[in-house]
């Protein structure tokens, strides 16, 4: 069996990061972490697309500025988002005046353009990398489903679209101040589990998310315990229990420290957001807003991040195909449980 | 100024490749060349988009065919399309066993896909990757303009998009029979040049295209001529003068080895395709098709080959937004070439 665990030679760290969001992942748990929201959703521009794109270069132009670093020390910028051709990070990045790597990965792209990132930063050509990401809840529910105004009922086990963007920067060196390192990567592989309903994104994603945990286990020896969390990227509370029985059933049980970013994201006494948040942009800024801090300070020293995705469109679900899922996986340090090790 | 060309240490070889095509493709100058060609362009699917997602599976199963190799050997794979959430990909190659990286860089995605294989390739854990992309003349129709049905009147500079599917097998190691080694990367920065006409492509792509030629000769000092051809993707007929213009503005003359898929691509007394061929279809056969099989057997020795990209959707447009491009190059040198050199 091939190997499906990278370790890189060179750990990428994580130098700094911004997000932005909406009114509702502001009245969410981890809203006071955001560095700009506009609680109109709407960013003063005049559609929802054209918002969208906004928060994608607000995201990497505050990530630049909180970490002193110029877009013209970008070696590459990987975005990706859901709206159709990947207009959110093409509109929102072009005036950024580096190489730009389009990239789709459904709301698995987090991870996805870290792990890219990560293997583009072995060149000796590349020292930083921006990993940038959105999807705003009125785009994606005028393309994917109705116009919000149409005012459709929503299954019990859909999710609500996160209204966030998030920006990363990534260096090949260390540097004073890093959030973390990234110091394995494991890709995802697609998974078709024959689920049909797009009202049931997490059921679609939970397979591929326990296929990626469970080749990392097996072909590690590490266990869920050996990290302060597991966390996955939008299963909600539909596909992280479902997400949790698959762990189960082949052998990781009793997995006491599994957070998922979808069930995370939203005050759900005052949200009424069904399964959880989804979403590029629900991964994309809770892994800023919660877990980096607490990886630069020391208060988790390890976890396993996967984002997931769900791999659809509006025409394949009208066509009666099912909707594959895909989960890429990052391992993350605290640069502090590195210092006694030889960082390169 | 930072530099844009990376000369990667391991310089990966294309093993080999397979091209899909339909009914217009076949009767092109390169028809001959395709592995598979269904003249319904249906490849017994019911809808287009099933259709082009077969043709992405036929490609890839056939690339692995030929070159002997397993889908359990890839450890990665690079797709894309034009269809939304690159859906043609996901469909075709799902039943892939191999991690997956979903991209997108429009009609530049052969060639985007290319850089982040080799890059991936210089890691130690990587040593086969697959790149694929494919367009379809009635999925894109429908989704970007009108379907074929409705028999709208088309644009003198508008161009024809491709009915095709190329895949591309990249090696880490030097292999007997291979077709050619990639030896340089630029990847491209995306431009916005103001274009707003959707039915000019090649004039929105043609300032990017310039702009990654010209990064070149400016960091290498070497030129056209120093080349067998300088290969655009699908500037088409109106795009190709325009590029050859705006290099003639920044000093780079007489340039007369430039070719160009799109112009190449179909037999233009026969088929009325405009300005030419477009589509990610387009540069991902005619790179096969044309270019590989001289470069093996030594006919060419060096080629600079940039497929080139217009970054939009449907709705950007109807949003008055202008269409930025990219191009993203590699240098393909024939093997031949390499045989005196050190090629780890």
Redesign the interface.
């Known amino acids: 069996m091939?190997?499906?665990i990278?370790?890189?030679?060179v750990s990428p760290a994580i130098l700094g990061f911004a997000t932005v969001g909406g009114k509702r992942e502001k009245e969410g748990p981890l809203g006071e972490a955001f560095d700009l929201i506009d609680t109109s959703d709407r960013f003063c521009k005049k559609?929802w697309?054209?918002a969208e794109a906004e928060m994608q270069r607000l995201s990497l132009c505050k990530a630049l500025e909180k970490t002193g670093k110029k877009a013209?020390?970008l070696?590459?910028v990987f975005a990706?988002d859901?709206?159709?051709?990947?207009?959110a990070s093409?509109?929102g990045?072009?005036?950024f005046?580096?190489?730009?790597?389009?990239?789709?990965?459904?709301c698995s792209t987090l991870t996805?353009g870290m792990?890219?990132a990560s293997?583009?930063l072995?060149?000796?050509?590349?020292s930083l990398a921006a990993v940038v990401t959105s999807s705003h809840n009125c785009t994606a529910e005028r393309q994917f489903r109705s116009p919000i105004e149409y005012g459709g009922q929503r299954s019990p086990t859909s999710q609500w679209t996160v209204t966030g963007a998030g920006a990363y920067l990534l260096s090949a060196r260390p540097e004073a101040g890093a959030f973390a390192r990234i110091t394995a990567l494991l890709?995802?592989?697609?998974?078709?589990s024959g689920v049909t309903d797009s009202s049931n994104m997490g059921a679609a994603m939970a397979p591929a998310a326990a296929d990626t945990f469970l080749a990392y286990f097996e072909e590690n020896g590490e266990r869920p315990e050996d990290f302060d969390r597991i966390v996955t990227g939008d299963l909600g509370e539909e596909g992280s229990s479902l997400f949790l029985e698959f762990l189960e059933q082949n052998g990781v049980r009793n997995v006491k420290n599994h957070e998922d970013c979808g069930a995370l994201i939203y005050d759900r006494t005052r949200a009424d957001v069904h399964s959880g948040g989804s979403g590029c942009g629900c991964a994309g800024t809770t892994l800023a807003n919660r877990y980096l801090p607490l990886l630069q300070n020391g208060k988790m020293r390890r976890i396993l991040f996967a984002a997931t995705g769900a791999?659809?469109?509006?025409?394949?679900v009208q066509?009666g195909?099912s909707i594959?899922g895909?989960a890429h996986l990052v391992r993350l340090e605290s640069p502090a449980a590195g210092k006694e090790e030889v960082w390169s």
């Open positions: 091939k190997k499906r990278l370790i890189p030679e559609t697309e054209k013209t020390e070696d590459a990706g859901l709206i159709n051709q990947c207009a093409i509109f990045l072009v005036s005046p580096a190489p730009f790597f389009g990239i789709f990965g459904a996805e792990i890219l293997l583009a072995q060149s000796p050509g590349f890709p995802g592989i697609a998974l078709d791999l659809m469109n509006a025409a394949s066509q195909l594959p895909i």
